[in-house]
């Protein structure tokens, strides 16, 4: 069965790295489903130490689309689909801008930033209702464009939207619809750029169906926490992981 599975491995993974990207994918899909952010920050993480420079975004995306996806349909009837439309004309923005500028803009200083939003967002409260629903066309074309650079804006886009989505079940189901599209949109702009997604086909597949079953096991434990509970889990992850990209800012300096 292993053997089988290896023929799925690219030629610049280990045995171990490969095995390490799949189990990394279910457990950091569960941690999305719960916590509703923190899996996609935490699985590139780990993916920048073992995968190329240059495949870490495209990859990530798509197996964030997968796992996104998932926890989307397990929770479809607890999305705000009003919300969709908006977002979705802000991250298309986005992306285009991102990937004009990909190539050129210095990206050491966007990961300090997006902590400092992350830490504002999330303790002082950010109201969009005086752009109603077109707020969400200015955060997901930030989001999105930011994205591009550092893969995992998830952190930022929870803070800057969990006002709006009071309830722990909406907020989740939301938030996944609200990054599919994100890594969708991403996933395509990558592929025009040229990225050869076809060579990393085999971990992708296997990364998402571990990140699915991540996703199963994440929303059976979701419901059992409060929504109070839920929110101050929330502003703790998300202050941890603000301070993890300032701490990594400054010890690369």
Same mark, same amino acid.
């Given at each position: 069965?292993?053997?089988?599975?290896?023929?799925?491995?690219?030629?610049?993974?280990?045995?171990?790295?490969?095995?390490?990207?799949?189990?990394?994918?279910?457990?950091?899909?569960?941690?999305?489903?719960?916590?509703?952010?923190?899996?996609?920050?935490?699985? @590139?993480?780990?993916?920048?130490?073992?995968?190329?420079?240059?495949?870490?975004?495209?990859? !990530?995306?798509?197996?964030?689309?997968?796992?996104?996806?998932?926890?989307?349909?397990?929770?479809?009837?607890?999305?705000?689909?009003?919300? %969709?439309?908006?977002?979705?004309?802000?991250?298309?923005?986005?992306?285009?801008?991102?990937?004009?500028?990909? %190539? =050129?803009?210095?990206?050491?200083?966007?990961? %300090?930033?997006?902590?400092?939003?992350?830490?504002?967002?999330?303790?002082?409260?950010?109201?969009?209702?005086? =752009?109603?629903?077109?707020?969400?066309?200015? *955060?997901?074309?930030?989001?999105?464009?930011?994205?591009?650079?550092?893969?995992?804006?998830?952190?930022?886009?929870?803070?800057?939207?969990? =006002?709006?989505?009071?309830?722990?079940?909406?907020?989740?189901?939301?938030?996944?619809?609200? /990054?599919?599209?994100? !890594?969708?949109?991403? /996933?395509? /702009?990558?592929?025009?750029?040229?990225?050869?997604?076809?060579?990393?086909?085999?971990?992708?597949?296997?990364?998402?169906?571990?990140?699915?079953?991540?996703?199963? *096991?994440?929303?059976? @434990?979701?419901?059992?926490?409060? =929504?109070?509970?839920?929110?101050? @889990?929330?502003?703790?992850?998300?202050?941890?992981?603000?301070?993890?990209? @300032?701490?990594?800012?400054?010890?690369?300096?």
């Amino acid at each position: 069965m292993l053997d089988f599975i290896l023929h799925f491995k690219p030629d610049v993974l280990s045995d171990s790295q490969f095995y390490l990207l799949i189990l990394l994918s279910g457990m950091t899909s569960m941690l999305n489903t719960i916590i509703g952010v923190g899996g996609g920050a935490t699985l @590139i993480a780990f993916m920048v130490t073992m995968i190329p420079a240059q495949a870490v975004i495209p990859v !990530h995306a798509v197996v964030q689309l997968g796992s996104n996806a998932g926890r989307a349909i397990l929770m479809r009837k607890y999305i705000e689909k009003k919300y %969709l439309g908006w977002f979705f004309v802000g991250s298309v923005l986005g992306a285009v801008i991102g990937g004009q500028l990909a %190539l =050129n803009l210095p990206t050491q200083y966007l990961e %300090l930033i997006l902590a400092v939003f992350i830490l504002i967002s999330s303790w002082v409260p950010i109201n969009l209702s005086f =752009n109603g629903k077109k707020g969400l066309v200015g *955060v997901g074309l930030f989001t999105t464009f930011l994205s591009m650079f550092v893969g995992a804006t998830g952190p930022l886009l929870i803070a800057t939207v969990k =006002n709006l989505l009071p309830d722990r079940r909406q907020l989740g189901a939301t938030m996944a619809c609200f /990054m599919a599209m994100q !890594h969708t949109i991403k /996933m395509v /702009m990558f592929a025009f750029l040229g990225f050869a997604f076809k060579d990393w086909l085999g971990v992708i597949t296997l990364m998402i169906a571990f990140g699915f079953v991540g996703t199963y *096991v994440g929303k059976r @434990i979701l419901y059992k926490v409060s =929504n109070q509970n839920f929110h101050t @889990i929330l502003k703790v992850a998300l202050t941890f992981i603000a301070l993890r990209l @300032i701490w990594g800012f400054f010890a690369g300096h």
